[in-house]
């Protein structure tokens, strides 16, 4: 582990970049003051970037847009990669048709539908349709009454022999400077405990997210591992994740590692980026050629 | 393991009878046909039983009216032992005044009062009273929002560095011959993980249950362990529990686990109960002399 | 799930077959009688196969040589994808020079060496070379003495801030009808949980393991998802990560799940094959054109 | 939490005191240097000691001989209770009789053996006596091969449905400053994890042991909780165990909490003592009455 500061210096030596969202581009109060100017650093540098994101709450396009509004205009749709994406992949491949019930909001399901497939709300799932439900999706901690839905999410997956999705691997999600609110990978967790099945999960760390992307740039482009970053800010997902896949990694002290952990935490998990910055946002100095 | 199918000859050996309640005295549709007989037979014989019970939403003496209200008239609040109680008994002796917050019902913390502690619902803690909440208690999954109190609970426990205790480590309860609910013990399970803190469990298998009652029966005569007989209808909670306190076990077929599932079930777990019976109801005939 | 008797109507549907080893070409006795037809089938129908195996112990070579001395002579080592080529690639890429400890034997090191990399058993680790230490692998349950070394791998990985890489993520392997012996993955999961870090596992049912050859096949082929069948005999590895990965699944009943279990075995996991099968052997009359 | 520096102060408001060994009377280097005074004060102060220990591998009295050795002759064996002595009065309550197979030494056998049950290392069972063994206990992690007696067992417990008994839930222990060493905990675990099976487990934090030392005083005088208190050095067993049993409880930092760590780990883990002391040890002016 090397400590660098210049965030600069690091993406000089890649050409392409994975951006965790999260921690990295935006907190709880919105945008990371300045990391306007990291994107159009590397529009002149002609450099790609990839934003690599377990938010399934919404398409990419709705993430986009929400960047947008936030006056980040360089983002677009296709540069943002989420769990959620996977999750769709896995159902155009592997369900046959019948009905999706799922938990979460219906924008988060829309996204997910399909030709031949039916997204339902679990509250809508009764005794006449329960035996079309081929498979159950927890996509967003929104959109639904805990209490009933998540038991009734129990039951369903107690009386039919589906794969159970999970769109999202965070048990939890920063809100404010202190405060968290329980994701639905969290939920999702409590749900397989109690049923005692095995469930398909979906986000970082786990490699197959960092695969999409990859193959996704390999549809038009030749790269290597060596020749990508990944920037992240929490050690057990964006670091581990991509160091598994062969990426280096800049763990940056923008989010969950804070500055006086960062050392301590590395050293008691193993978990070991190639570089620590304070944060992905360059200097104005940077856009001077 | 033996398979014994007379209830009567077994108890028959023992001078006290220990029951887990749900699956063994009564199930979904109320108390198991003919377990009158057992009590009146247990009376009849002067044996001694207890009810030991991971249920924490009601005190004994509600417990016992429901019994009673159901026909069974020999069960008195005193022979009920509760999960609730032994959370009383540590909030008693390690929680020196100030704010027991609590997940659950009204009556459920009432409960769990006493002189010098004032409990309060989640959803009544605010920035006014926090510094004063020192201990959080999970007592039942009904009585509050599931999304608003849930989230409170990570965040209050994120905030003040007190001792979370559990008053059911059940993680789910049967509702009807085919579904289940959730119960606090897995509701707690999930903020236990996401707020990365060590909660304190009561509630079977664990032995401070069955010491709470040996101790409670030692207190008024003599008694040995190879005395008592703790009689359930679940390997992970009743025969474990039962077994590592050194008791001998009944493991009844009347509830969670049927006939069809016994003996691949306790091969799987290693979990051996002294003996395996059809269930805890004696037939007419025991009570002739 | 749709029980299908027939073996080759299966592989008849699809370009690619992936076979796990273990339990589904070979057991403890050594070959399945009649596997060799099945290979010889493919290789009239010109599908093409690949054996995708969590066996790091030996090189793809040495694993091939050990099926030709069984007489089976059509499988060739470019065929063969173990964990321990996920492993050798890692290091490869993440690992900058110094020196790789590892538990194992001489076999399983001397395969993962590459330019620049010197590997060292954990033995032969001391004071005057510790710092040169940058990773640690799990190789193989044997060649080593377990009280003494693993003892000293839990130390290195306290002193040394280093990624622990494990190349089989098997807890144990059967080694006769009855018996099993504990594999290099339950090992290391023992000195994951005492030294606290995260290691970093390769093999099924990880995805990066199917990835890894799809890879491989699109890097002379065109391929997709929907042409490949993945086979195996564990619900738990070759199954769910098939599924998972978005490939349809065959189990067979020829190794770890019997034909008794099958059907309790899924509704209880979950986890949900396109096909179960009885092996993977295809009978005589299937050669004849 | 209060910071007490001063652990006179302490004990004078307490009739028992409850001591963890290692870490608070020893260490890797032997006794600390002047927990001799401590004991010569509650001599003085006619107050009641007792050494609650996970340390399963020889007998109190053992125990109590190696502390005379050392210099600290006022500690006698019936004032050391360890988890073998739970396992010992498991079996004896539990086992009828035939063969209790073991891994650990001889000592550590020789202990937990009584009248009617014998004891075999688990390189001697076989074929011809294998029907015979009716528990598997887990001692120590010296006095047998890893490599085959661990393999051993797991088969001996896939073969037999017998109950497996761990006599010491921890993982490791410390052997240097630096250097720790994989403890039977530890092994069992993985063992367990193998095999599938529920294992029982005895020492702190559990409350069994707790409740052991207890009983034990209630044999010969009047006590309640709140007149004993528990020393250890480590928030996730002698801490966590003692607060959950009701006892007062302090932290000293002479062990596995460091002065620097002590207060985060009390805030992370939400394990929280009654108070922190720098060590057991009182100095010469406690002497002078």
Known sequence: MKRIEDFKSIIDRYEVVFFDAFGVLKNHSGLLSGIGRTFDYLAQQKKEYYIVTNDASRSPSELAESYHKKGLHLITADRIISSGQLTKEYLDLKVDGGIVAYLGTDESAHYIESAGLKTLPVRDVNNSNID?????????????????????????????????????????????????????????????????????????????????????????REINKKQIVMVGDTLQTDIIGGNKFGLDTVLVLSGNTRPDDAESWISASGIVPTYVCNSAVLGPEALNL
């Open 132 to 220: 079309k439900v081929n498979a159950l999706v927890f996509l967003d901690d929104e959109g639904f009454d805990w209490f009933s839905d998540l038991n009734k999410a129990v039951n369903i997956l107690r009386r039919r022999t589906i794969p159970a999705i999970v769109a999202n691997t965070d048990h939890a999600y920063p809100v404010s400077l202190t405060d968290v609110a329980i994701a639905i990978g969290g939920l999702s967790k409590m749900v397989e405990t109690i049923v005692g099945k095995k469930f398909i999960r979906f986000g970082k760390p786990d490699s197959q997210m960092f695969m999409f992307v990859y193959d996704l740039i390999r549809s038009y």
